[in-house]
């Protein structure tokens, strides 16, 4: 059974551009998390989707969003990039919203 | 307030010498404990989910213990390949909450 995806793997921008970062769960879960994790803040949830619809989102500016498709694959995004942004961007499916989370290789951030 | 955390954040061992990782947690109405592994700049790897006080899991030398306020990780006879760091994370019907981490460093 194929693990969680995320694409792409390294990512380098610049401060105030956008970014768009994809994760493609394993087969049969619906429900998608993402996580961002720095040296300092370890992991801070960001937000959970099911079915499409977000259940619980993380204390994180609006400038981080994020949406699930019909096919569980889920896309989050980052506009007005800024220094601080910088971090491994982890995303994990479960089969439910409370099953074990099981985690991608990640998208890690550069903002320059 | 609902919290997980870890200690020690930092373990240095040597090649076969046992020892055991803790993680607190004050979550109400816990529904699963979990332990994960993580290499550097990768996406943790599961372990173990644990869903009640009493309930052990072992896989090679890791066991995974759970009482109603901790979890230990014991590691038995640990080698160069355990070093990694050891995320715990705790589950209600909420969210999830992770702990910061035991980076474990095991020496030849």
């Known amino acids: 059974k194929a693990g969680v995806t995320q694409t792409p793997r390294y990512l380098i921008k610049t401060r105030g551009q956008q970014v768009t970062l994809s994760c493609s769960p394993i087969?049969?879960?619906?429900?998608v998390s993402w996580y961002q994790q720095t040296p300092g803040q370890g992991l801070q949830f960001l937000f959970e989707?099911?079915?499409?619809?977000?259940?619980n989102k993380g204390n994180f500016p609006g400038r981080f969003s994020g949406r699930q498709f019909s096919n569980s694959r889920s896309e989050m995004n980052v506009s007005t990039l800024e220094l601080g942004d910088s971090a491994l961007y982890l995303c994990?499916?479960?089969?439910?919203?409370?099953?074990?989370?099981?985690f991608g290789p990640g998208t890690r951030l550069t903002v320059l | 307030e609902d919290q997980v955390t870890q200690s020690p954040e930092a373990l240095r061992l040597q090649e076969g010498e046992s020892s055991s990782l803790n993680c607190s947690y004050t979550?109400?109405?816990?529904?699963?404990l979990f332990w994960y592994r993580q290499d550097p700049g990768k996406g943790p790897e599961f372990l173990f989910t644990?869903?009640?006080a009493g309930e052990e899991k072992e896989k090679e030398r890791l066991k995974a213990t759970l009482t109603k306020k901790e979890s230990f990780l014991h590691i038995t006879a640990p080698k160069p390949e355990d070093s990694a760091t050891y995320l715990c994370?705790?589950?209600?019907?909420?969210?999830?909450?992770f702990g910061s981490g035991t980076k474990l460093n095991v020496k030849p």
């Open positions: 979550v109400s109405g816990l529904r699963g």
């Open positions: 994370a705790a589950h209600n019907f909420n969210k999830f909450y």
């Open positions: 087969s049969g879960h619906r429900s």
């Open positions: 994990a499916s479960s089969f439910t919203l409370r099953d074990t989370q099981y």
């Open positions: 644990l869903y009640s």
């Open positions: 989707y099911f079915s499409e619809t977000q259940r």
